[in-house]
């Protein structure tokens, strides 16, 4: 069991944690640019992120019409952010819970190398294999133009998958492990679809957090 902690506990924690944030590595480059950092929170940082957000977050089960038929997503989401900042997507208004001190900390991590402010997080929970998110790019009107997404994944490693919308054999793949931070900006979802399939393996529960700025 952990105690919960106050954003000043989470800050004095993680305090000087920063300079150990390892170099990114750019893995797409042209039409927008996605970089990523593996270990971008230590193991015990990790651990302690994902059985506090896995116990306490708002999880919900939204359902989605497909070809007029109401359909679960397959995985568990919830909302947080600045009054005010709510969000639409396939359907669903989402309002936004208020920070958490551990969604906080998170946030101001991530904002010190995507070097802006975010005022909202859709968090996803990957139970097992079978939960997934479909083919897509983050490009509703509230994202603005050229949205910069920080996305932060504690839990079991699976797989992302882009795809160019207009060169289809331009396709890049990588496993997103306990810790890891995956930055995209410019015109990436202008040009580039993105999902999280499902698998057979035996994956452990995994939970993402996509920080965004709700113009």
């Given at each position: 069991m952990?105690?919960?902690?106050?954003?000043w506990?989470y800050?004095?924690t993680?305090?000087?944690?920063?300079?150990?944030i390892?170099?990114?590595?750019?893995?797409i480059?042209?039409?927008?640019e996605?970089i990523?950092?593996?270990?971008?929170?230590?193991?015990?940082?990790?651990?302690r992120?994902f059985?506090?957000l896995?116990a306490?977050?708002?999880?919900?089960?939204n359902?989605?019409?497909?070809?007029?038929?109401?359909?679960?997503?397959?995985?568990l989401?919830?909302?947080?952010g600045d009054e005010?900042k709510?969000y639409?997507?396939?359907?669903?208004?989402?309002n936004p819970?208020?920070?958490?001190?551990?969604?906080?900390?998170?946030?101001?991590?991530?904002?010190?190398?995507?070097?802006?402010?975010?005022?909202?997080?859709?968090?996803?929970?990957?139970?097992?294999?079978?939960?997934?998110v479909?083919?897509?790019?983050?490009?509703?009107?509230?994202?603005?133009?050229?949205?910069?997404?920080?996305?932060?994944?504690?839990?079991?490693?699976?797989?992302?998958s882009?795809k160019?919308k207009?060169i289809?054999?331009?396709?890049?793949?990588?496993d997103?492990p306990h810790?890891?931070?995956?930055l995209?900006?410019?015109?990436t979802q202008h040009?580039w679809l993105?999902?999280?399939a499902?698998?057979?393996k035996?994956?452990?529960?995994?939970i993402?957090?996509t920080?965004?700025?709700?113009?």
């Open positions: 952990y105690e919960q902690m106050t954003l506990d800050q004095a993680l305090s000087g944690t920063e300079d150990s390892p170099e990114g590595k750019v893995i480059s042209m039409g927008g996605v990523f950092y593996k270990n971008f929170f230590n193991v015990n940082e990790s651990d992120f059985s506090e896995y306490d977050t708002k999880w919900q089960q359902t989605i019409q497909i070809f007029g038929k109401p359909t679960r997503l397959p995985r989401t919830a909302w947080y005010g709510s639409s997507y396939s359907g669903i208004e989402q819970a208020p920070w958490t001190p551990a969604l906080s900390c998170i946030k101001e991590r991530s904002e010190k190398v995507a070097k802006v402010r975010f005022n909202s997080v859709l968090l996803n929970l990957y139970r097992n294999g079978r939960d997934s479909a083919w897509h790019s983050d490009d509703e009107p509230e994202l603005g133009q050229n949205p910069i997404i920080g996305s932060v994944s504690f839990g079991g490693t699976r797989c992302f882009f160019h207009q289809k054999e331009r396709k890049v793949e990588i997103l810790g890891s931070f995956l995209m900006r410019g015109e040009h993105h999902q999280i499902k698998t057979t035996n994956v452990s529960p995994r993402n957090l920080f965004r700025i709700i113009k």
